[in-house]
């Protein structure tokens, strides 16, 4: 199993709708859990830090399920400007003293009009 | 205005050719890294170095080198012996190498083997 996986998409939505990401994580000491935004051709930029609690940015919204070891992350009232793909980032404890931060492969959005 | 500052953005080079990729932070961040992205891929980490004069492997270091002789700077070296160098390399940092704090990832270089 790897250690990061998301599914690739793409998923293809209309403006308006809601769609919802996934992201499982395989190492139980994982700790700290972040999404990424990614347009084509340009940098990974931080789109939010995924809380215990889960948190909510406008119409984006993030949550940490311990227990079977995912995060999520849903978009409401799509906008086109929300097509890109989205990455997650894991970070874990890998001995040491030492930290290792996990990508996954990322999920393509596109927004529909 | 705080960053990482990579270059050059693109870069042409010959087959045989060392190139070296730059990368300057000014944020004060302790960690440093530099992927690799491939049309289509994740991110592959190819160094890191969590202070000065200290740097490891990634997953993916064979063919490349790197320095950190001073905190704010972090380059990356595609020597020869990189059989298939064209790709996206991003260059990043993070506050701390614990267990909290994002990472900022600079513009990117691309670079392309001719």
């Known amino acids: 199993r790897k250690e990061v996986e998301q599914d690739p998409g793409p998923f293809n939505v209309p403006e308006g709708a809601t769609v919802a990401f996934n992201c499982t994580y395989s190492?139980?000491?994982?700790?700290?859990f972040f999404w990424y935004r990614q347009d084509c051709r340009k940098e990974p930029k931080l789109l939010m830090s995924v809380y215990s609690s889960g948190n909510e940015d406008g119409r984006f919204t993030a949550q940490l399920n311990r227990a079977s070891q995912y995060i999520s992350l849903l978009i409401r009232d799509s906008k086109l400007s929300d097509s890109a793909t989205y990455l997650c980032v894991v970070i874990a404890y890998s001995g040491a003293g030492s930290y290792q931060l996990t990508f996954g492969k990322g999920t393509k959005l596109s927004v529909i009009p | 205005d705080g960053g990482i500052t990579q270059s050059p953005k693109y870069l042409f080079r010959k087959e045989g050719q060392n190139v070296t990729l730059s990368c300057e932070q000014n944020l004060n961040h302790d960690a440093m890294y530099w992927y690799r992205q491939d049309p289509g891929q994740g991110l592959r980490l190819i160094y890191y170095s969590q202070i000065v004069n200290d740097f490891q492997k990634g997953d993916i270091a064979e063919g490349y080198s790197v320095s950190r002789e001073k905190k704010e700077s972090f380059p990356l070296t595609v020597t020869s012996a990189q059989k298939n160098p064209t790709a996206f390399y991003l260059c990043?940092?993070?506050?701390?190498?614990?267990?909290?704090?994002?990472?900022?990832f600079g513009e990117g270089s691309r670079l392309t083997v001719l």
């Open positions: 190492n139980s000491a994982s700790q700290s």
């Open positions: 990043a940092s993070r506050l701390g190498v614990g267990d909290t704090g994002e990472l900022f």
